[in-house]
């Protein structure tokens, strides 16, 4: 009989109203990211993906935003090397050095995407997640953040009705052509409430010196320790 080990998508991770089955990182994974951070001088979002993402989704086709990316891997980062990390930092009041392990649960800030209907006189604009991974990739093919933030706003509408109308059928260049043509203020209002059901994500904690227990806010840009070195 070969020698093989099994592995199994056997974990849930449900991050706003969607779930995803995953597995843990293996060994193939850790010596793929740190292979790309020898060889590269940044590993963008994309390589992060494509590395310790989609290889442990047991449906790797998958269209995530930039967020879900992060709150994904977190969840697949807790099941593989732990719900904590140790942080070190200088209290604001003593100027004393604080080391601490701490739960990521305690850190995260997440709000999920909130997408909904918006109604401006006589039509609906209904939005909802980029369905698929290939659709989001032509968020790539931009040239500028206009187009970008044009582009990606079109790519979440599923319908728009008009005068009761439903249309959910539409090309791509279609839509563009409609949304191109609408007057500027019904466009800026729709744009207006669709940058609103955006998630967001923060990382911060409040923690208390073990010196002085004053109490200090720490924000981070990103979680220190997070991965391997």
Known sequence: MALKYNVEYNNTAKIGNREFKFRPWTTKNEKDYLIAVEAEEEIT?????????????????????????????IEIRKKSLGSTFPMRYICRQCKQVNDL????????????????????????????????????DKLKEQGTNVDYAFTNFLLHIQSIEVDRNVEDSFTYDELTDFVENLP????????????????????????????CNTENDVEFDHIPNFLWT
């Open 184 to 211: 500027t203020y019904i466009f800026d209002e729709v744009y207006k409430e669709f940058q609103s059901m955006k998630s967001s994500l923060d990382f911060e904690l409040k923690t208390y010196c073990a010196v």
């Open 101 to 136: 392990d701490v739960e990521l649960d305690k850190i995260i800030k997440f709000k999920p995407d909130n997408f909904h209907d918006v109604e401006v006189e006589n039509m609906v604009f209904s939005f909802g997640p980029i369905p698929t991974q290939r659709l989001r």
């Open 45 to 73: 979002d994309d390589m992060l993906f494509n590395i310790l993402i989609a290889p442990c989704l047991e449906d790797p086709d998958v269209s995530l935003t930039t967020n879900e990316q992060k709150m994904l891997m």
